[in-house]
């Protein structure tokens, strides 16, 4: 699987927050009855890289917000996300990872 990705970090109060889409879905927004999914630029547009990277980054978050297909299937296949909690908006794919810490 390959295509590149938006991967952007936030640490917050000792969160480690990831942003991470599909680049084609930079800066778009989807709708689908009442529910709104802004890819925004400001919020996701970090560094652009492949999708294979994205388990570095999914390892060192504590909270992820993940857009797209590319990213969505790689977050599933390394098990941080279940497919069975993932939004479809406009059939574009959403989740949110948070992990507890105990």
């Not at 917050?12 to 991470?20: F, K, N, R, T, Y």
Request: hydrophobic share 40%; aromatic share 8%; with cysteine.
């Amino acid at each position: 699987m390959s295509g590149k990705i938006y991967v952007k970090i936030y640490r917050v109060q000792g969160e480690v927050l990831l942003a991470a889409c599909d680049e084609e879905l930079l800066g778009k927004t989807f709708r689908e009855g009442e529910l709104k999914l802004e890819v925004k630029e400001r919020f996701y547009k970090g560094e652009l890289v492949d999708v294979e990277s994205l388990g570095k980054f999914l390892e060192e978050a504590t909270i992820a917000n993940l857009t797209g297909e590319r990213v969505i299937k790689k977050a599933i296949e390394l098990g941080y996300i279940d497919e069975g909690r993932v939004l479809r908006i406009q059939g574009v794919p959403h989740a949110q990872m948070a992990k507890m810490m105990w």
